[in-house]
């Protein structure tokens, strides 16, 4: 299968300070990546979608200007959470949309970024 | 919005049985995919699914696409201790970009 690579795996920051993590499709170009959330025991929750070279679509609740999200070629999107608190403390899963033939696309996950926030 | 339910939440199995989980929705999908998670990492595609009625297998992993296209299931056969894990199904509506994911199946087995 197509693989996804993040950076980094894990990350521990001070409260306040600005964290950027990253989501490459490593053997596909990806037009559209996406961001997940996933809190201890929860299933995976969706924060944007990212379409390369436009502005990402945030799902409700997830505050745009906390988590900055840039998609600036088929194989990177960035996801910065901006003057982090401990309660941003979680695992950020990004994912890539894999094109297939007619309605067969799919979607492959990255390896996660563990973000802890003292 | 739409939702998957996913059932069962938990599984306690010994080794060498089979295991049976299965998603169900209110809304058409046209799309099925099952997702394993290892704790610490990012999901992994088992098995992809693109049409009503389709049964498609990945070893001992066995999935199908229901045919009122509102369901699905995950079989494994004569589970070992690598099965262990949080199985997900997720499926996309037509026209749509983003995945709806059930709330998960986490199997344990013992040896």
């Known amino acids: 299968g197509a693989v996804v690579s993040q950076h980094p795996s894990w990350v521990i920051c001070k409260s306040g300070t600005s964290v950027k993590i990253e989501c490459r499709s490593l053997d596909f170009q990806a037009t559209t990546m996406f961001w997940y959330r996933q809190f201890p025991k929860q299933s995976l929750m969706l924060m944007a979608t990212s379409n390369e070279g436009s502005k990402a679509t945030y799902e409700q609740g997830v505050e745009k200007d906390k988590f900055l999200i840039n998609h600036a070629s088929l194989t990177l999107s960035t996801l910065t959470v901006t003057s982090a608190h401990p309660e941003d403390s979680s695992f950020y899963i990004c994912s890539a949309r894999a094109p297939g033939g007619p309605g067969t696309d799919t979607q492959y996950f990255g390896p996660g970024t563990r973000l802890t926030v003292l | 919005g739409q939702q998957l339910n996913q059932s069962p939440q938990s599984m306690f199995i010994q080794e060498g049985e089979d295991v049976s989980m299965n998603c169900t929705s209110s809304?058409?999908?046209?799309?099925w995919l099952w997702y394993k998670q290892d704790p610490g990492e990012g999901p992994v595609l088992l098995i992809a699914l693109y049409k009503a009625g389709e049964l498609t297998s990945n070893g001992r992993l066995t999935a199908q696409f229901g045919i009122t296209r509102k369901d699905s299931f995950l079989n494994i056969s004569a589970s070992i201790p690598s099965d262990v894990g949080i199985y997900f199904c997720a499926g996309r509506i037509q026209g749509a970009q983003k995945l709806v994911f059930g709330q998960g199946t986490r199997l344990t087995i013992n040896p």
């Open positions: 809304s058409i999908f046209n799309t």
